[in-house]
């Protein structure tokens, strides 16, 4: 048993929790801010790093501090019932709804489009990912060493050339910075925040956290606080390596656009700065790695949501769960990656709310004594204002009018609600229910939910 590890203990599990967060998913949407931002980069970063860092570091401290064995464990504080449809839509999220599919979109966009005649895009986009997810089938009904083994080769890999290409942009950036596209000429700190909800790591920090946890107690950490504490080291190397990362791409999506022009999403921008920096030879490089970097990504989501969903209903094989999503991922893969990104905001905006009540729970617990009707009355809270807040983005993702009914909910909503306008209206009232439930729990000395 120790009591503390050695630093470079802590260096080993922060950078094997930044290999599970960093997907090449998290390079395109801070490339495609930058571009869109422009003069108004530095606001917009800001905000991208409170949800894109943030929060997946207050997810992690928070199954840490918890005590929680797995999500859905912490989730059934609310309800059992609710905490299977919670933990399986976040599984759902995070796999083969947007984040699985996103995997062969991207590594197409940045890794073969350049490569292909604007007529056959779409004809490549099929036959890439007809072989992108039959590849991610076969791993993941037969999970081998090379997987492992190719994550660590590339986890130093990607980081190394991505390095390489910051500097460059910075010794040299290929342009100046622009005006601000429409949309971050006012409120880029708000836009920024929204975005950054992208990157879905804050909803997998609250997967990952168990991971690392169980990496910390293999290293013969024992005792709670010192989990914790090892936790919130390991979680601060994950989250810096991706904010350095974040800022750098954002930088370079900023200077491309007099030199490259202005592209709808992030995938792009980064294949033309490598041509522009290193040539053919470049772009291939980059290619390879980030096909192969999705590709490991893709594996370990089909992995996890088979797994997950074959312990829910143990009567369907985990190799039919396989099979089931690694189809549904090819399908909506060829939607392409802005139709993903399209659908994928209002579900975050619905889900996001309910996983940082969540968080917020799990470390005010103790205050008010582990009460159910706490955990409810919050989330039943979170959720009247997600479900608002998620049909509104889909209406506006879909450019339509809102229905009368509801846009009567987001005039009073707007109106009573601070912050709203600002995709925060969730917080003060989830804020004010804890406190008011909190101390009536106290004063009942209602009886609390089971803590491990």
């Known amino acids: 048993m ?39 980069l530095w606001p917009a970063v800001i905000g991208f790093l409170v949800t894109g860092v943030g929060l997946p570091l207050f997810g992690l401290l928070a199954i840490g501090y918890s005590g ?76 081998a060493k090379i997987v492992d083994n190719v994550g660590k080769i590339l986890s130093p890999g990607i980081i190394i050339l991505l390095f390489v290409l910051l500097v460059m942009v910075l010794i040299n950036p290929m342009g100046s910075i622009e005006a601000p596209q429409a949309a971050y000429a006012n409120g880029a700190f708000v836009k920024g925040f929204i975005e950054g909800y992208n990157t879905m790591d804050a ?31 390991t979680g601060i190397i994950a989250v810096s390596l991706l904010a350095i990362i974040y800022v750098g791409v954002a930088y370079l999506g900023a200077t491309s656009v007099e030199k490259i022009g202005l592209f709808e999403t992030g995938g792009p921008v980064l294949s033309e700065a490598s041509s522009y ?7 291939i490089m980059l290619a390879v790695i980030i096909i192969l970097a999705c590709l490991t990504t893709s ?18 094989s985990y190799k039919s769960f396989v099979w089931f999503f690694s189809v549904f991922s090819f399908v909506i893969a060829n939607f392409g990656l802005a139709n993903i990104i399209t659908f994928s905001i209002p579900v975050l905006m619905f889900l996001y709310p309910l996983a940082v009540t969540l968080m917020l729970l799990a ?56 912050l709203y306008n600002q995709g925060l209206g969730w917080l003060l009232p989830v804020l004010i229910a804890v406190v008011i439930f909190g101390v009536a729990a106290r004063i009942q000395n209602l009886k609390p939910v089971e803590i491990n």
């Not at 960093?22 to 390079?27: M, V």
């Not at 920096?277 to 772009?283: D, E, I, K, R, V």
């Not at 983005?393 to 450019?399: A, K, V």
């Open 2 to 40: 120790k009591n503390k590890l050695s630093f470079s203990s802590y260096t080993v599990i922060g950078v094997m929790l930044f290999a599970l967060f960093f997907g090449a998913g998290n390079l395109i949407f801070p490339a495609q801010l930058g571009q869109n931002a422009g003069e108004n």
């Open 299 to 316: 594996i370990g989501l089909i992995t996890a949501c088979g797994e997950y969903f074959h312990t829910l209903f143990p009567k369907v």
């Open 203 to 233: 909803l997998a920090s609250l997967v990952f956290g168990i991971i690392v946890i169980n990496a910390i107690r293999g290293m013969g950490i024992t005792s709670k606080r010192e989990i914790l504490s090892a936790t919130i080291k």
């Open 68 to 143: 929680s064995s797995n999500l859905q464990e912490l989730a059934s504080r609310i309800h059992p019932k609710y905490a299977v449809f919670f933990t399986a839509l976040l599984y759902l999220t995070i796999g083969p709804f947007f984040a699985t599919p996103r995997t062969g979109t991207v590594a197409y966009d940045i890794g073969i489009s350049p490569f292909v005649s604007e007529s056959y895009t779409q004809l490549g986009l099929i036959i890439f990912t007809i072989l992108f997810f039959g590849i991610t089938l076969w791993l993941s009904l037969n999970p």
């Open 363 to 418: 470390f005010l617990s103790p205050l008010f004594n582990h009460a159910r009707i706490v955990y409810i009355a919050a989330t039943v809270v979170a959720l009247l204002i997600s479900i608002i807040d998620g049909l509104k983005t889909l209406c506006d993702s879909l450019e339509i009018a809102y229905f009368k009914w509801l846009q009567n909910i987001i005039d009073f909503y707007s109106d009573v609600l601070p």
């Open 277 to 283: 920096y290193f040539g053919t030879f470049g772009s």
